[in-house]
T-cell receptor, first 112, second 114 residues
Framework: QKEVEQNSGPLSVPEGAIASLNCTYS??????FFWYRQYSGKSPELIMS????GDKEDGRFTAQLNKASQYVSLLIRDSQPSDSATYLC????????????FGTGTQLKVEL | EPEVTQTPSHQVTQMGQEVILRCVPI?????FYWYRQILGQKVEFLVS????????KSEIFDDQFSVERPDGSNFTLKIRSTKLEDSAMYFC????????????FGPGTRLLVL
């Protein structure tokens, strides 16, 4: 059973549109959730963390968490070509200590 | 802004050779991690390190792997006898240990085993 699942994409959106990225996780007891951005050949770069149900906004990014449905999403408003990257969902699973469990990532392409 | 650094950025080695990957975590952080990412695959946890000892390790982290904090700043991953399947990007990460465990990643070392 996969622990953190993401659609691999690619997800293509036009410049200026809203990109919606989704992630589901198997462990109902998970408490901490993270979105990282990874450009090709580079390391994961933290975008946002979220711990409570609801929305958390930071600039053009909004993370949404629904623990009852076991999903976390990332919305990117006013998408720019520079947002084109792979977005990784990472979760602290219950009993997993401090390690992060990553999904496979969703590739986002923002088209001019 | 403090950041995690890693050296070397690239390493090519022959199968069976030992390699040491080096990391300098963010200075006030208490937890250190190694992850790896095989080309085209997801980021996988290898090991976490706290208070000068391994706190958790994955099934990947077998006897050919070891970690060390040789001084107050460096954190190293040693692979004793490299295999072809060890070819991957290796990322070091650190977190501050305050309980909200946001992990910050270094730029990675690309290891190629021939």
């Amino acid at each position: 059973q996969k622990e953190v699942e993401q659609n691999s994409g690619p997800l293509s959106v036009p410049e200026g549109a809203i990109a919606s990225l989704n992630c589901t996780y198997s462990d109902r007891g998970s408490q901490s959730f993270f979105w990282y951005r990874q450009y090709s050949g580079k390391s994961p770069e933290l975008i946002m963390s979220i711990y409570s149900n609801g929305d958390k906004e930071d600039g053009r990014f909004t993370a949404q968490l629904n623990k009852a449905s076991q999903y976390v999403s990332l919305l990117i408003r006013d998408s720019q070509p520079s947002d084109s990257a792979t977005y990784l969902c990472a979760v602290h699973l219950t009993g997993g200590g401090n390690k992060l469990t990553f999904g496979t990532g969703t590739q986002l392409k923002v088209e001019l | 802004e403090p950041e995690v650094t890693q050296t070397p950025s690239h390493q090519v080695t022959q199968m069976g050779q030992e390699v040491i990957l080096r990391c300098v975590p963010i200075s006030n952080h208490l937890y250190f991690y190694w992850y790896r990412q095989i080309l085209g695959q997801k980021v996988e946890f290898l090991v976490s390190f706290y208070n000068n000892e391994i706190s958790e390790k994955s099934e990947i982290f077998d006897d050919q792997f070891s970690v060390e904090r040789p001084d107050g700043s460096n954190f190293t991953l040693k692979i004793r006898s490299t295999k072809l399947e060890d070819s991957a990007m290796y990322f070091c990460a650190s977190s501050d240990g305050t309980g909200i465990e946001t992990q910050y990643f270094g730029p990675g070392t690309r290891l190629l085993v021939l």
